[in-house]
Nanobody
Framework: QVQLVESGGGLLQAGGSLRLSCVAS????????MGWYRQAPGKQRELVAV???????KYADSVMGRFTINRDNAKNTVYLEINSLKPEDTAVYYC????????????WGQGTQVTVSS
């Protein structure tokens, strides 16, 4: 079973940038569709970005142009680069692994907190 470990969160100022990383265990990473989701306090978890095995990426409208998802199959790692941080980006960011870009897969990481101050 795949396990996911996120890193890279923290406390940042608005306008800044950061990169989140998610490392997957096992040897099937290249066969997985990988996604980033986030959950803000009092809100439902929402899709941020997803990248398929063919490196096709999809983004939520709210992050288009500021977020970039990428993957390195040799390192079993998916990245989320966030630019022009906004306070509304404050959330716990979760990595997800599955087999479809249309819905989250069965495997989640533990989450990493991103807090953006104005």
């Amino acid at each position: 079973q795949v396990q996911l470990v996120e890193s890279g969160g923290g406390l940042l100022q608005a306008g800044g940038s950061l990169r989140l990383s998610c490392v997957a265990s096992g040897n099937i990473f290249s066969k997985l569709t990988m996604g980033w989701y986030r959950q803000a306090p009092g809100k439902q978890r929402e899709l941020v970005a997803v990248i398929t095995t063919g490196f096709s990426a999809k983004y939520a409208d709210s992050v288009m142009g500021r977020f970039t998802i990428n993957r390195d199959n040799a390192k079993n790692t998916v990245y989320l680069e966030i630019n022009s941080l906004k306070p509304e980006d404050t959330a716990v960011y979760y990595c997800n692994a599955g087999y479809s870009a249309l819905r989250p897969g069965p495997t989640w990481g533990q989450g990493t907190q991103v807090t953006v101050s104005s």
